[in-house]
Structures are given as structure tokens and as C-alpha cells.
């Protein structure tokens, strides 16, 4: 957005390396600790254990979909729901913790504070759930549902209404995650400025939003996958 960056061209195609590697490290921390998480599970754990976090995280994303999909497309949907809520909150809280800057160029930050990570998601899950709209309905009961209900008349604004629910699915994201990571950048800004009469302020407010954003973090991504499980329950409706 406007700051510098380093890319590269493959194919025709501009790329990111600041996406690229913050994307691979998001799912290289993933990886890593599910691998942890998972190993040597038992039937009963005892305690707080690392396998009872797990479960709970899973049980957590099971709900988000059990609210809007109580049915067998929700369950094939339900290990989708958890990697994309793992996806999201560990990339919306890795800007918190790391940005690495070399020459005022950005490598790493969260990937999803550019605007095209969370668009790509957004379309994704939108065009997911028109297909699974239309395997389950049918193309013709389909485009009735979904485009001329309740009257046919209705049939632009349910167009639009389709394109503005990608738009604001996928710049909700970007915009919350871009907005903490700028007023970070601020915050250092305020602390280099006037020597220990700055920083200690710099610092202290440094804590608090950093505590704020981890929050807001999270809530991005149980709303990014409640807004997903709805917009697959909308397409499908009357199914099952």
C-alpha cells in the first residue's frame, strides 16, 4: 500500500517476496505446532494437555459450522473451517509479533494486511460456496434461489449484492489487520522521535495495542469463518 517492496517476475506474473515468505512462515509456524500438538495422542488425556487444547480448537471450529451448516455438507466442511481459521489467526498475529525491514523494505509481516491475500481468500470462499450451491440444488434451482428470490425483478441488486459480499468478506480483513499494523508503525515512529521522552509513552502504548490487536486478530478470524459457513448455508438453502 504505497510502501516499498520487493518482487520478482515469473512467467508474466509479478510476485510479492514479502507475501511469499510471510505466507510460508504463517504455514510453516501451522505446521509446526500441530505436529507438536499431534503427537503420541491418547484415547484419555489427562490435565491440561497439549491434545486438549487441540480438541477444544477443533470443537471451537466445529461449532462456528455446526451453527450455520447442522448438516453433511457441514461436516465435510468442518476440516476446511479449522485450517482456515489456523490460517487466518496466525497470520492476522503475525505482524504483531514480527515485521523485518531491511532498507525500508518490508519482508515479513502478516499476510494478511495486503489486500490481494485477503481478496484471494474472500474468492475462494465465495466461489466455493456458489459451487456447492449449485452441485446441491442444481444450476437451475440455483440461480432461482439465489439470483431471483424473492422476485425476479431483484435480479440486479442480487447480483451486486453477490459482488459486494466478496469485496467486504475479503477488505474487512485486510482493513482491520493493515489499520493495527500501520498505528504500530506510528507508534515506533513517536518512540525514535524525541529520545526517552517519547519512547517511554511509545512503549507503554506499544503493549496496549499490541494486546488490542491480538484481539481484534482473533475476532477477524472467527468472523472471516462464521461469514463463510453462512454464505455455503445461503447457497445451499432448503437442501437439506
Request: net charge positive; no cysteine.
Amino acid at each position: 500500500m504505497g510502501e516499498p517492496t520487493a518482487t520478482f517476475t515469473f512467467a508474466g506474473l509479478t510476485f510479492d517476496w514479502s507475501v511469499i515468505i510471510s505466507t510460508t512462515v504463517t504455514f510453516v509456524i501451522i505446521f509446526g505446532v500441530m505436529f507438536w500438538m499431534a503427537r503420541r495422542l491418547v484415547m484419555k488425556p489427562a490435565g491440561k494437555s497439549k491434545q486438549n487444547f487441540l480438541e477444544w480448537m477443533i470443537d471451537f471450529t466445529n461449532g462456528i459450522v455446526d451453527g450455520s451448516l447442522p448438516n453433511r455438507t457441514g461436516t465435510n466442511l468442518k476440516f476446511f473451517a479449522f485450517s482456515l481459521f489456523m490460517f487466518i489467526f496466525v497470520a492476522n498475529q503475525l505482524g504483531v509479533a514480527f515485521v523485518v525491514n531491511v532498507n525500508d523494505v518490508t519482508f515479513l509481516r502478516s499476510p494478511t494486511a495486503n489486500p490481494l491475500v485477503t481478496l484471494g481468500f474472500a474468492l475462494v470462499v465465495i466461489g466455493m460456496s456458489h459451487y456447492l450451491g449449485v452441485q446441491k440444488l442444481g444450476f437451475k434451482r440455483y440461480f432461482k434461489s439465489v439470483y431471483l428470490s424473492p422476485l425476479s425483478v431483484l435480479l440486479p441488486i442480487n447480483i451486486i449484492e453477490q459482488f459486494t459480499s466478496f469485496l467486504t468478506l475479503g477488505l474487512r480483513l485486510f482493513g482491520n489487520i493493515f489499520a493495527g499494523e500501520m498505528v504500530l508503525t506510528l507508534l515506533w515512529q513517536m518512540a525514535n522521535s524525541a529520545g526517552v521522552v517519547s519512547f517511554v509513552p511509545a512503549f507503554l502504548l506499544t503493549i496496549v495495542w499490541q494486546a488490542f490487536s491480538l484481539f481484534v486478530g482473533s475476532i477477524q478470524a472467527y468472523v472471516f469463518v462464521t461469514l463463510t459457513t453462512v454464505y455455503v448455508s445461503e447457497k445451499i438453502e432448503g437442501v437439506e
